[in-house]
């Protein structure tokens, strides 16, 4: 049997550690593993053969196991006739909207920062991705309490995403931060009144946070112009988020999730995915 696995988003340490449990924990006898990967150059769908020797390579190189897949592409169906040559596909991140397009049984693997898969309590990556970014705002908090400045010292905090997450809120909600949801008038105003909640209770710096659906560099001439303030911005990219370092949560369900998936590549493959409920792994049919 030949199964397939493809990645969505940046490669996090959970999604190498799948792919190389997958070449290292079926079945030789009964059981081929090919990633599938996407050619920008020739705009085509690859299939190429994982096995140890790939893990060796990869470690070589210092190049990842298995490239990530732009979303986009995969969307359009005249590139899936390439996946036909296999009996089934892992699909680790992107959404649950995937499965449906598969020429193939498929069993869709919640990995993503931004905790987004209906029916899970998390996915792989989240955990991580929080804890990096609240540590890396602690350091800031530490430097700004630590040192007397004249000016309020506004930090205004861009993570990932294109739509409001609980990556956004829950990380916001960890750092006592403000969320900034728009950049227009409201979202402005809104600015303003954390700048001057701040400066009545005498507090020396702030955090605003905001996804990449809103543009920082809006909320500068607008404030700066009406309050003394000292501005500063930092952006974070997915790269950051997941870090070579996951947390013990995510490396606890990334275990669980490699044990499901082993499963079910050696059962009769049934289209579905995988859902952390009450910090169990469960396989949930595509009906289901």
Known sequence: MKIGVVHFGSFSMGATQIVRSLIEGISKDTHRLFG???????????????????????????????KSFPDQVWKDLQHHEALSQLDSIIVLGGQEHQLSNQLVSSLHVPLSIFNNVEGSLFTLGYDTAVN????????????????YYKKLRVFNVQIPGEKSTPLLWNTALAVHAAVVTSADEQGIESVKQVIREKEANGDTYCFIMMDRSVDPSVFEEPITREFDVDWKVAIYDESQCVGPFPTALDKIFTIKMID???????????????????????????NQ
Not at 51 to 60: G, P, Q, R, V, Y
Not at 132 to 147: P, Q, V
Not at 271 to 283: A, Y
Request: aromatic share 4%; no cysteine; net charge negative.
């Open 36 to 66: 599938v990967e996407y050619n920008r150059q020739t705009n085509e769908i690859e299939i190429k053969e994982l096995h140890k020797d790939s893990i060796l390579t990869s470690k070589e190189t210092g190049n990842a196991l298995l």
């Open 132 to 147: 990096s970014i609240t540590n890396d705002i602690e350091k800031i908090r530490d430097t700004a309490s630590s040192l």
């Open 260 to 286: 499901k998936i082993l499963k079910w590549v050696e059962t009769i493959p049934q289209t579905g995915k995988l859902v952390i409920v009450d910090n169990q792994v469960e396989f949930q049919s595509l």
